[in-house]
């Protein structure tokens, strides 16, 4: 059998380091308070972290607004601590992903701050006298005006994020050679990868055309699987998925592989998938986060084609699958989930919104995960999805946080909900965002040990999908597979010198119990006599 690299079956958990793990009683997670958590990380059975960023940073995007991309901000520690935290990883047998941000500085960045007081020093970033019409992603325009050192008006510079966040000029040679530098400094500290934050986005349309869309993340309207023919293809917004991103991540490729066993990982909201899997050709990155699965919601017909075009897609390049549920900027699944409709996909969830059902939207958490630890591929989840954490969804306006909230003028809400810190015992206080009443009775203290905990069923089904090696098995759907009734079946098969294994996984997100053929139950917690209870999943034997 061919030795597969660590990340095409890895299970990959995110940590996001403010709402981590606070060392300190500051409210604010840090990076010797994730280092004082990776034995509970090694326990609970993932192969690697990887940490939104600790950079230096102003903070006005949580941290996605980076001023010196080499060093650690005060709020989370110190270089020596990164360092450490990179040693202590290993020593626990993980690898360690961290957080690259290549299409904005923060506008703190010494090279923004030469460019404001210099006109010879602005090629860096996109500086024009006439902005177009497009959009910032947190609202408003994405373009501002400076003043000149004299007091005169300036020109406007591009920022599809926050103000505070000044896009690069791709084009220039000075931006990529920073880049790939900054690359080898994390390298050489012996970080095993990065993860790529608007991989899409670093170069843009030539002539920087209108367009009258705010760039989001994916819209129903750019969901159309069925275009496959690459030829045909024009991207959807003139400031993505440009073709000229693809040489960066080969320069990128050439830097990786002067070191050994490292590997990328896009962040990247495009559409259809066949684009998404254009950056994980063989000599570009080796990961790409699959939204199309998270997006499909809790319904059977959507996983069922999001899980068939995501292997087709990947097989078409050869590169691994991977499969998420939620992330630092998605509401929790196990709130959206819970929501009337399961496959529902809002920005946010507020007082004033329908709730939650929190038990149903749990068990449905579970559910899916069952499905999603199962597929072969590698699986990344996001801290709190382990307790089956909610989402906070009354979250008081005056907390909030992210920039979206305050550019689009509370018309939205923003991510706030997802970003609430981790619990890790109940009375905790609270840190830099208030913890709904949920928290403390979902803390990990109050989980750890129990049998039948969320906690506790998460951990042996990540030793089960170890133990099956369902990561670098063999997929193919099942004779239970009926996703019309709501019933996603499907068995991975795994061969070595001991044998062949295969393990059936059989997910009933109907409201009906399924019968099913008897078999060795290796875990399923809504399993009994050959039956599937509703939003359950079970793993058999076969
Ligand atoms: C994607 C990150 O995940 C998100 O949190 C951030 O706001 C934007 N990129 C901008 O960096």
Redesign the pocket.
């Known amino acids: 059998m061919s030795k597969t690299p660590w990340w095409s079956h890895a299970v990959i958990y995110q940590i996001y380091p403010r709402s981590f793990a606070d060392s300190t009683g500051s409210g604010m997670g840090d990076l010797p308070g994730v280092i004082a958590k990776l034995p509970y990380l090694a326990e609970l059975g993932v192969d690697a972290i990887w940490l ?1 960023p600790f950079y230096v940073s102003p903070q006005q ?2 941290g ?2 980076v001023a010196d991309y080499r060093d650690v901000d005060p709020l989370f520690g110190t270089l020596a601590d990164a360092d450490r935290l990179i040693t202590a990883t290993h020593e626990h047998g993980l690898k360690i992903i961290v957080d690259l ?1 290549p ?2 500085t923060s506008d703190q960045h010494p090279w923004f701050q030469q460019a404001l007081g210099d006109p010879d020093a602005r090629d860096r970033y996109i500086f024009r006298d006439q902005p177009n019409n497009w959009l910032s ?2 609202g408003g325009k994405a373009w501002t005006q400076i003043t000149e050192p004299d007091g005169t008006p300036g020109p406007y510079y591009l920022h599809l ?1 926050d103000t505070s ?1 000044p896009d690069l000029n791709w084009e220039h040679p000075e931006v990529r050679e920073e880049f790939e530098n900054i690359l080898r400094f994390w390298l050489d500290r012996g970080v095993d990868g990065f993860r790529v ?2 991989a899409h986005g670093l170069v843009k349309q030539a002539g920087l055309p209108d367009h009258p869309h705010r760039p989001g993340m994916i819209t129903d309207a750019e969901l159309d699987h069925n275009i496959t023919d690459s030829d045909s293809f024009t991207p959807v917004h003139p400031f993505y998925d440009q073709e000229g991103v693809h040489e960066i991540y080969r320069s990128w490729h050439r830097v990786l592989e002067e070191y050994q066993d490292r590997m990328m990982v896009a ?1 990247a909201w495009i559409s259809p998938l066949f684009r998404l899997f254009r950056y994980v050709r063989p000599d570009e990155m080796q990961q790409a986060f699959n939204f199309t699965f998270l997006t499909a919601g809790y319904d059977a017909q959507a996983l069922h084609e999001a899980i068939d075009i995501s292997f087709a897609e990947a097989h078409a390049v050869g590169a691994p699958v991977t499969w998420v549920l939620s ?3 998605t509401v929790r699944h196990a709130s959206r989930f819970g929501l009337p409709d399961p496959t529902s996909y809002p920005d946010s969830i507020t007082a004033e919104d329908i709730q939650p059902d929190e038990a149903l939207g749990r068990r449905r958490a579970l559910a899916a995960a069952m499905i999603e630890l199962a597929l072969p591929g590698s699986a990344y989840i996001y801290q709190g999805d382990e307790l089956g954490l909610p989402e906070h969804t009354t979250l008081p306006n005056e907390a909030r946080q992210d ?1 979206t909230y305050r550019r689009t003028r509370g018309a939205e809400y923003g ?1 706030d909900g997802a970003r609430v810190p981790m619990p890790w015992r109940a009375g905790q206080p609270d840190g830099w965002l208030p913890a709904p009443e949920s928290y403390h009775r979902l803390a990990v203290d109050q989980q750890d040990g129990v049998p039948g905990s969320f906690l506790e069923t998460y951990r042996q089904l990540l030793r089960l999908r170890a133990e099956y090696r369902l990561g670098s098995g063999q997929f193919a759907w099942s004779a239970h597979h009926d996703p019309h009734r709501g019933v996603l079946a499907f068995t991975v098969t795994t061969e070595d010198h001991t044998g062949t294994q295969r393990v059936e996984v059989i997910a009933n997100l109907s409201d009906r119990p399924v019968t099913v053929a008897p078999g060795e139950l290796l875990i399923g917690p809504g399993y009994a006599e050959s039956m599937v209870e509703p939003d359950s999943t079970a793993w058999l034997i076969r």
């Open positions: 939104s995007d949580a996605y607004d941000v299409n904005h992603h947190f994020f966040q934050d608007v962040e992330n630092h900027d920039p991510r």
